[in-house]
């Protein structure tokens, strides 16, 4: 029975540290945008701030789920 997703990123989790480094980054950047899209406003360096975390984030996310692909396809079976 195949595995999901859910499965496989706690499988990753356990086990692969670069898999784990990136899903902390993602974290910390999940929370300074928290932070930062509490305030009422931002000022331009914040707005900057915001796109850069924004980035970021979306390049870990992006990088866990090539991993998980991979790891999928080396799995399979």
């Known amino acids: 029975m195949e595995k999901t997703t859910e499965e496989l990123k706690a499988q990753l989790l356990a086990t692969d540290e670069g898999f784990r480094r990136l899903a902390e980054q ?12 509490s305030k009422s406003r931002l000022t331009e360096a914040e707005q900057l701030e915001e796109v850069r975390l924004k980035k970021l984030k979306l390049r870990a996310k992006d990088q866990m789920m090539q991993m998980l692909a991979r790891f ?4 399979a079976g």
Not at 72 to 75: A, E, K, L, P, S
């Open 26 to 37: 993602h974290s910390l950047y999940d929370r300074q945008l928290v932070e930062l899209e």
């Open 72 to 75: 999928r396809t080396g799995h």
